[in-house]
T-cell receptor, first 110, second 114 residues
């Protein structure tokens, strides 16, 4: 079973829409959670960390549900510039490795 | 700060050739990683290192070797290039265990083996 699983999409949404991505992880002892953004042919970059209490950064909201072992990312008022692949990343309790999901592709349409 | 520097950006190899992908970071991070990313796929860990002199295999280590003689450098060696190694390679570093466990990536190496 993969450490991290994501719906690959693609998600095609109009500008201004709200879109949500989910990600599940298999190791219940996982300790740290992140969303990274990757533009085409570029390196991944940290979008936001995910905290147990949930956290928000502008139009982006991240949630963690430890009981169900999933992480979510909500993007409100989508912009064209949000078009990218969003990667769910988990650090397990061994603490040595970052585990990546395969990514969810988002295209925001004018 | 330069961050994580990877070279080369692009390379074409013939089957059986060898090459070294260079990776250097100037952030004094103990943890360094090599990932490969095939088209439309996620990142797969090849090798990682938790400090100078210490390396360990990741998910897909076959056909690769690494060394970590200094904190700054973490080169990846392909000894006998095969078409299955055509991919984009990313080096990354992290101050793992710190309050901000962020992964810093290099800009990637696009490798084609023909």
């Amino acid at each position: 079973r993969k450490e991290v699983e994501q719906d690959p999409g693609p998600f095609n949404v109009p500008e201004g829409a709200t879109v949500a991505f989910n990600c599940t992880y298999s190791n219940s002892a996982s300790q740290s959670f992140f969303w990274y953004r990757q533009d085409c042919r570029k390196e991944p970059k940290l979008l936001m960390s995910v905290y147990s209490s949930g956290n928000e950064d502008g139009r982006f909201t991240a949630q963690l549900n430890r009981a169900s072992q999933y992480i979510s990312l909500l993007i409100r008022d989508s912009k064209l510039s949000d078009s990218a692949t969003y990667l769910c990343v988990v650090i397990t309790n061994t603490g040595n490795q970052f585990y990546f999901g395969t990514g969810t592709s988002l295209t925001v349409i004018p | 700060n330069a961050g994580v520097t990877q070279t080369p950006k692009f390379r074409i190899l013939k089957i059986g050739q060898s090459m070294t992908l260079q990776c250097a970071q100037d952030m004094n991070h103990n943890y360094m990683y090599w990932y490969r990313q095939d088209p439309g796929m996620g990142l797969k860990l090849i090798y990682y290192s938790v400090g100078a002199g210490i390396t360990d295999k990741g998910e897909v280590p076959n056909g690769y070797n690494v060394s970590r003689s200094t904190t700054e450098d973490f080169p990846l060696r392909l000894e006998l290039a095969a078409p299955s190694q055509t991919s984009v390679y990313f080096c990354a570093s992290s101050d793992m265990g710190a309050a901000n466990e962020k992964l810093f990536f290099g800009s990637g190496t696009q490798l084609s083996v023909l």
